[in-house]
T-cell receptor, first 115, second 117 residues
Framework: GQNIDQPTEMTATEGAIVQINCTYQTSGFNGLFWYQQHAGEAPTFLSY????GLEEKGRFSSFLSRSKGYSYLLLKELQMKDSASYLC????????????????FGRGTQLTVWP | DAGVTQSPTHLIKTRGQQVTLRCSPK?????VSWYQQALGQGPQFIFQYYEEEERQRGNFPDRFSGHQFPNYSSELNVNALLLGDSALYLC????????????????FGPGTRLTVT
């Protein structure tokens, strides 16, 4: 199976910066996703990395190191509305060579932002 | 542009019953995946449909079955419900990528909250 590890909980204050780490072990790696999920709602796409390096999108950035099996999501200028679960998900190119991969999710990191 | 829609929103069933959940993919998408998300956990892949066939399957028993229709919408059926089937069932749609490097981003629907009593 795939081992995807991320911290269970994190807390931070408004205006601060927080980094959520994710480590993974998988074969056929074909991309890493970060999703945000508010309680009782569907996950919403935040970022996608398939090559090493940093992808920046507004207040959110995501980093990938394929050799280390490591990614992080960086959230800047935190706002109360950023309180949510952040899901790291890995996509594999399945053994059959199909382009129809599936996502393997971690358990999610519950971020609480305090005023 | 309509996103992914699912019905019903909530459902309460008793053990042993059968349930059917429905999903309409985002406009233009042809691939549908189903996930089960237990409380406090990440989504777990159930199966994926493309061209009306099941293409990938996760570690779920045969009680979980599905279907995809010519209009790309999909159903998830669960037979002989167990208490442990209580969860949020998420449908995600995507496009079959034609080019290397496509993000294969999956768009999730709002989910169906199934409670088995």
């Amino acid at each position: 199976g795939q081992n995807i590890d991320q911290p269970t909980e994190m807390t931070a204050t408004e205006g601060a910066i927080v980094q959520i780490n994710c480590t993974y072990q998988t074969s056929g790696f074909n991309g890493l996703f970060w999703y945000q999920q508010h309680a009782g709602e569907a996950p919403t796409f935040l970022s996608y990395n398939v090559l090493d390096g940093l992808e920046e999108k507004g207040r959110f950035s995501s980093f990938l190191s394929r050799s280390k099996g490591y990614s992080y999501l960086l959230l800047k200028e935190l706002q109360m509305k950023d309180s949510a679960s952040y899901l790291c998900a890995v996509k594999r190119r399945e053994d059959r060579g199909s382009t129809l991969g599936r996502l393997y999710f971690g358990r999610g990191t519950q971020l609480t932002v305090w005023p | 542009d309509a996103g992914v829609t699912q019905s019903p929103t909530h459902l309460i069933k008793t053990r042993g019953q059968q349930v059917t959940l429905r999903c309409s993919p985002k406009s233009g998408h042809d691939t549908v995946s189903w996930y089960q998300q237990a409380l406090g956990q990440g989504p777990q892949f159930i199966f994926q449909y493309y061209e009306e066939e099941e293409r990938q399957r996760g570690n779920f028993p045969d009680r979980f079955s599905g279907h995809q229709f010519p209009n790309y919408s999909s159903e998830l059926n669960v037979n002989a419900l167990l208490l442990g089937d209580s969860a949020l069932y998420l449908c995600a749609s995507s496009l079959l990528p034609g080019l290397a490097g496509d993000s294969y981003e999956q768009y999730f629907g709002p989910g169906t909250r199934l409670t088995v009593t």
